[in-house]
């Protein structure tokens, strides 16, 4: 025990580290990239006239529809070889991961928050229009804050599993927690020390973000709008 | 007849919703400080008549003027002073949930007028002051009864100035021991020589302050006058058959 201890503390927590900070490099920027798409997609989805809801359903389908790993191997193999105008689009691993997580998790918080926007009563939208409220001003300063605090639960739940599916940005090279863990374990192999303490940072991370997402909630929670924490 | 005097005027308004010919060529004039009351059974065409003239519903055919102005609804800027200046209060309040009492009636002032935030926080709490609400300025809707609700949604539309107020049915959704604090605000109102258009059921409250009563039926306007003229005893209106069935309804209720 002492010497797995040792193990762990000497060779595996350093690497971890700087994996844990690649990871959170990663996940930040797709959480936030995500969210705003998916309150973007979702609004257009919702309020949008023909062809912007017709675009982004398309998005929503397409991203929902095809596995995330497929998606990354396109954004980093593949892309590089497709000419849009005689310009070919390199991405690094990074670039990659972080454009491939925020277009997908993007589409699921777009449902989320599309449900949170069909969840407003349309009275609200007549009142709004009998003041002279204009669209956009009704849906920036009444419906999306409501419809936000909605989605919230749901919205924090994508984030949650972001979180997880970021451990397959290792697989377009990318030197994450998983990624660094991995090869840890083959130089070493110590595979059971290694991938538990690599499971261990991703619950240590999701406990964080849970923590974090449960401050958002009730720092926005007002009456009427509660969520329930079970 | 004072031209200046006419407030808004409505022609031959025809709408159709959902294949159905809702209103059938409706026509009235409200002039500054009166009070018109829409009578008449549910789909007569009440709300339809009050949510054409703002715009909410733009008209199929018909006119539309306030203040002698003709509104083509074509025009979003025609739109925007349309609904600057026409008040609106629904039966089931309307108010934003995400919104102190306070805010609900700012919002439109700073995102519609413009104000710049202080003011228009001066001019919500003495709307609210005005229906009574001061001490209510924080609380939010879920923590508002029915009539608290409908009171601040009045203090709303009362926030943007307008020159005429429509209510639809503005206590129709409220409790009965409720009706009283939104009757009395509507009062009030009445006093002040605010020029209103409400479509009620309360017939004895409405009676007392209503310059003319237009019973509406099948979307047209079928009979119209003063109320003590449609309710005078021994009138055999269709006003008077009509609110007779309402207080025996409610009589029965009652016993």
């Known amino acids: ?230 | 007849m004072q031209n200046e005097s006419v407030v808004l005027r409505v022609e031959d308004v025809v709408k159709h919703l959902g294949g159905q010919r809702i209103l059938d060529g409706v026509s009235l004039t409200v002039k500054k400080g009166r009070l018109k009351v829409l009578i008449g059974p549910s789909g007569a065409g009440k709300s339809t008549l009050l949510q054409c003239i703002n715009f909410l519903l733009p008209p199929d055919e018909g006119k539309v003027f306030l203040d002698g102005r003709e509104i083509n609804g074509k025009s979003k800027k025609e739109l925007l002073w349309l609904r600057q200046r026409v008040g609106m209060i629904f039966q089931d309040f309307n108010l934003f949930d995400h919104l102190t009492a306070m805010e609900n009636v700012r919002v439109a002032l700073i995102k519609v007028k413009k104000m710049d935030k202080r003011a228009a926080t001066h001019r919500a709490m003495e709307e609210l002051a005005r229906v009574g609400l001061a001490d209510k300025a924080g609380l939010y809707p879920a923590q508002l009864s029915g009539g608290q609700k409908q009171r601040v949604s009045v203090a709303r539309a009362l926030a943007m100035d307008p020159a005429v107020m429509l209510l639809d049915e503005p206590t129709s959704a409220l409790d009965p021991e409720l009706i009283g604090e939104v009757l009395a605000v509507i009062r009030d109102l009445a006093d002040a020589g605010m020029t209103m258009i409400m479509a009620t059921h309360q017939i004895g409250f409405s009676s007392s302050l209503a310059d003319e009563f237009l019973f509406m039926e099948k979307g047209r306007i079928i009979e119209r006058g003063a109320p003590s003229d449609l309710l005078a005893r021994g009138s055999c209106s269709r006003t008077m058959a009509f609110c007779a069935k309402l207080s025996e309804l409610s009589g029965e209720m009652g016993g």
Do not use: D
């Open chain 1, 1 to 230: 025990m002492n010497e797995a201890l040792a193990f762990a503390f000497e060779r595996v927590i350093p690497g971890l580290n700087a994996g844990l900070w690649a990871s959170i490099g990663i996940i930040v920027p797709a959480a936030l990239l995500g969210v705003a798409i998916g309150v973007t997609a979702g609004t257009l989805r919702v309020y949008g006239g023909v062809w912007p809801r017709r675009i982004t359903n398309c998005y929503v389908s397409l991203f929902r529809g095809t596995p995330l790993v497929v998606q990354l191997y396109f954004w980093y193999f593949a892309l590089p070889y497709v000419s849009v105008g005689g310009v070919n689009l390199i991405l690094s691993p990074v670039q990659a991961a972080i454009i491939g997580f925020a277009l997908c998790s993007g589409a699921y918080q777009s449902e989320y928050i599309r449900g949170g926007l069909l969840s407003i009563k349309r009275g609200q939208l007549l009142a709004a229009q009998a003041l002279g409220i204009t669209p956009l001003h009704c849906i920036l300063s009444v419906v999306l804050p409501q419809a936000f605090r909605r989605a919230l639960p749901g919205c924090g739940n994508e984030i949650i599993y972001l979180i997880k599916y970021s451990s397959l940005a290792s697989i377009i090279t990318v030197n994450e927690l998983t990624g660094v863990g991995r090869g840890i374990a083959k130089a070493t192999f110590q595979n059971t020390e290694v991938y538990v303490i690599v499971g261990l940072y991703y619950l240590a991370l999701v406990t964080l973000a849970g923590w974090l997402l449960r401050l958002i909630e009730n720092r926005l929670s007002i009456p009427g709008f509660e969520v329930k924490n079970s």
